[in-house]
């Protein structure tokens, strides 16, 4: 057999013996997750043993690998590192699967209403309210075998950084075995692609994903019931902030002393910005429970500095620069509540007019709810109007809308 030949055969044989180990790490991969319960006791330092099992698996093939008799080692580590890439690409995907996205967690938001001026809102306190409603399907019960619970959220994204880190580990072992096969030259790795660029590129996909979800998770759904069911529901003055946070002092606690410092301050950031989202959606599409006055605009600037509080910590917190940005669209917006109403009426027919939004039979159309809030967006100013407590607000709604004083 001529030596091209011969050369061809190994190669086509060494590609058969790459698919089958790459096909048999797959395989692993499947069967290992699906017994996976991230469980946050497994190790000191909270991820998954099945993470370092892989890892593992993925060494020993780069050892039998570059132990081949075979001179050919530089010209098919492409086909083995690619393979290798997309087994970790999936194990990571599988990670992250079943977590949800932070759009699940969102509440659907409650038909617009107007207020009952001077009335007192009460409901006994077996009823409980009914505000938002969460698009979930998942079990959201925080118990120590929930899959989606904040301890073993915590080790899926410790999982995934510690995947990453493994990185420069694996590409100095590839290098190292490649200097020291006989075929190889001193210069052999450059160029060669040895990156695993697919697995990094869903890390940090995957490092995202599970931050926002576990954030939105821990806010709209882990503390439904304080966000809905008791902030600011029947008196402003008496349901404030306070139990709020005494509610995420232990879910920082866990966060804190559980991820990975890496990525901390990003899961916390998430956390922080959820945080945020919860508190405007409570003023702005709370539901008809809730009602504010001029005067209450005093207590939610004062709790919305609590809650910045909460995150800076007395400066052992996140960087007063990311709380700025976070927590500037609550800014924004706060300023609207200690306007006058006649004023936000004049201010909202002007934004109605400007946008070119044609009026019918001297009916304003509704302004469509973007979730854009801002105090240059008509649906703000308006669900604004729709939570005063004031004869103007709701006399201004019921003529221009017909809106109820009940859902």
């Not at 000191?44 to 060494?59: C, K, Q, T």
């Not at 990094?200 to 809905?228: N, P, R, S």
């Not at 967006?377 to 809308?401: G, I, M, S």
């Amino acid at each position: 057999m001529p030596p091209y030949e011969a050369e061809n055969a190994i190669a086509n044989l060494v590609k058969v013996w790459i698919k089958e180990r790459v096909d048999r790490l797959k395989g692993w991969v499947d069967r290992n997750l699906k017994q996976e319960t991230w469980n946050p006791g497994a190790n000191r330092d909270n991820f998954a043993p099945s993470s370092v099992e892989m890892l593992r698996v993925i060494g020993e093939t780069l050892d039998a690998f570059f132990q081949l008799p075979i001179p050919m080692h530089p010209a098919l580590l492409p086909d083995l590192t690619v393979g290798l890439d997309r087994s970790l690409q999936l194990y990571v995907a599988k990670a992250k699967s079943g977590c949800g996205a932070r759009n699940s967690f969102m509440p659907q938001l409650p038909p617009l209403t107007r207020c009952e001026v001077g009335s007192k809102l009460l409901f006994k306190k077996k009823e409980k309210p009914q505000n938002l409603q969460v698009r979930v399907s998942q079990n959201g019960a925080s118990n120590g075998n929930d899959p989606l619970g904040l301890p073993q959220l915590c080790v899926r994204l410790n999982t995934l950084q510690y995947i990453r880190g493994e990185f420069e580990n694996l590409e100095k072992k590839i290098k190292t075995s490649l200097r020291n096969v006989e075929s190889a030259q001193a210069d052999i790795t450059d160029g060669l692609n040895i990156k695993f660029e697919l697995c990094q590129a869903a890390c940090q996909e995957g490092i995202q994903q599970i931050c926002e979800t576990t954030a939105y998770k821990v806010m709209f759904y882990d503390l439904g019931h304080v966000l809905w069911d008791t902030l600011y529901v029947g008196d402003t003055a008496s349901n404030r902030v306070e139990v709020l946070l005494r509610e995420l002092d232990p879910v920082l606690e866990t966060v804190s002393s559980m991820v990975h410092n890496k990525v901390r301050n990003r899961a916390i950031t998430a956390l922080m910005k959820a945080t945020f989202d919860g508190f405007l959606l409570v003023l702005l599409a709370g539901g008809p429970l809730r009602t504010f006055t001029r005067q209450d605009s005093q207590i939610i600037e004062d709790d919305f500095r609590a809650l910045r509080d909460l995150y800076l910590a007395d400066g052992d917190g996140l960087p007063e620069e990311l709380v700025d940005k976070a927590s500037s669209q609550v800014k924004n917006v706060l300023p609207l509540f200690r306007a006058d109403s006649e004023s936000l009426i004049e201010r909202f027919k002007r934004m109605m007019v400007e946008s070119n939004r044609p009026a019918s039979k001297n009916r304003l159309p509704l302004p469509p709810t973007t979730g854009h809030w801002s105090p240059n967006e008509p649906n703000t100013v308006l669900r604004v109007l729709c939570y005063r407590n004031d004869e103007t607000a709701t006399k201004f709604l019921k003529k221009t809308y017909n809106l109820p004083k009940k859902i």
